[in-house]
Every structure is written in C-alpha cells, then in structure tokens.
T-cell receptor, first 113, second 113 residues
C-alpha cells in the first residue's frame, strides 16, 4: 500500500531562515506528489505538485520541492521564512491517476520573529 | 466562483442522532471525496466517488454512508453519531485523474456529545 511519512510534527524557524519540511514516500512505481498548506480554520490549498518532467517544482508563495527518486523523497523548502508562512503543511501521494490521494500526518510550521 | 462549498460549517450532535453533511462543487469535477481530519492523524479518506451514481469506501468508512445522486453534490451521512466521530470533515473534488490535485472545501467541524 502506498504511504507517505512526514518527519517532524512541528518545525519552528526564525523569520528569514530556511524552511525545510521533510516528506518520504513508499513506492515501487513512479508517484504523483503534492504539498498542501492549511491555514488556521481553513481548508487545504495546493502549494505545488510533481507529476512528470522536471524534478524541481516551484509553487506558490516562494516554496519549491525536489523529487528525488533514489531517496524516495519530496522535501519542501523556502529560502526565507515569513511570518505568514505559519500553517500546517501536508504531503500527499498517489501512484495511479485514478486512486485517491494518501496524506501524511502533517507538519505544523511556526515562524518566530 | 464558489469552488467547493460545505454545509453546515459547525454542528453539535448528541450521541445517536443522525445528520447529513452536504458538499457542492461548481467546477464540473468528476471525482469527489470525503476526508476527516483529527489531531496528529492527518487526513483520512472516508468515502469517494468517481462519478454520478458511484461511491467507494476509503480508509475509514465505518459509521458513514454517502450518496452522489447529482454530479455536483456529494452527501455524507451519519446514521447514529458516536463521540468517536467528533472531527473536522473536508470535502474535495478533482478532475478525472489525480494529477490535477484537489480543490477543498472549508470544512465542517462536528462535535458529538
């Protein structure tokens, strides 16, 4: 069964520091990978996705992620954290165009002034 | 441009009561999903539908029923609510094939006392 693991349920960074949120998946076939963000009391919003092609994917709000097949990883990064980035982030995966997404348990990002 | 609309936004039920959560989308999406979100558990799939008149079970379907009589609507029913069903429920929709990602509603916060 497909699965995704997010390392660290809570990450805290200083404003202006690098943001790194980790996501690993289990698969024997090429995956479709997604990162979603959830602001307090809101639904989830798509940040970026990898389906095929370029392994470095750029998303909204300055975030990017790199698909590394050899490491089965899809870590999310942002060079400089902003206070408005404080939210919960979810990694999700599917291995078929017709199979529902499986979500990780989420990582809450706190940004300290 | 409403996207995915969930009603109600909040509800308190007594144990044993029944209720129906409504999800409506105006994007002509074929696929619709119901997830529940619990602290530390991420999002878990309850049921989903790949088209009008079709439904399928997800990871945690027990205690829930669904119907998709119209393409734009996906209903989630609780026949006899239990405290374990206290959660935030999210509806999502997508085009055929997961590569497009999901559009989420803003959620329904349900408390069963």
């Amino acid at each position: 069964a497909q699965s995704v693991t997010q390392l660290g349920s809570h990450v805290s960074v200083s404003e202006g520091a690098l943001v790194l949120l980790r996501c690993n998946y289990s698969s024997s076939v090429p995956p479709y990978l997604f990162w979603y963000v959830q602001y307090p009391n809101q639904g989830l919003q798509l940040l970026l996705k990898y389906t095929t092609g370029a392994t470095l994917v750029k998303g909204i709000n300055g975030f990017e992620a790199e698909f590394k097949k050899s490491e089965t990883s899809f870590h999310l990064t942002k060079p400089s954290a902003h206070m408005s980035d404080a939210a919960e982030y979810f990694c999700a995966v599917t291995f078929s165009g017709n199979t529902p997404l499986v979500f990780g348990k989420g990582t809450r990002l706190s940004v300290i002034a | 441009n409403a996207g995915v609309t969930q009603t109600p936004k909040f509800r308190v039920l007594k144990t044993g009561q029944s209720m129906t959560l409504l999800c409506a989308q105006d994007m002509n999406h074929e696929y619709m999903y119901w997830y529940r979100q619990d602290p530390g558990m991420g999002l878990r799939l309850i049921h989903y539908s790949v088209g009008e008149g079709t439904t399928a079970k997800g990871e945690v379907p027990d205690g829930y029923n669904v119907s998709r009589l119209k393409k734009q609507n996906f209903l989630l029913g609780l026949e006899s609510a239990a405290p374990s069903q206290t959660s935030v429920y999210f509806c999502a929709s997508s085009y055929v094939g997961q590569a497009f990602g999901y559009t989420f509603g803003s959620g329904t916060r349900l408390t069963v006392v």
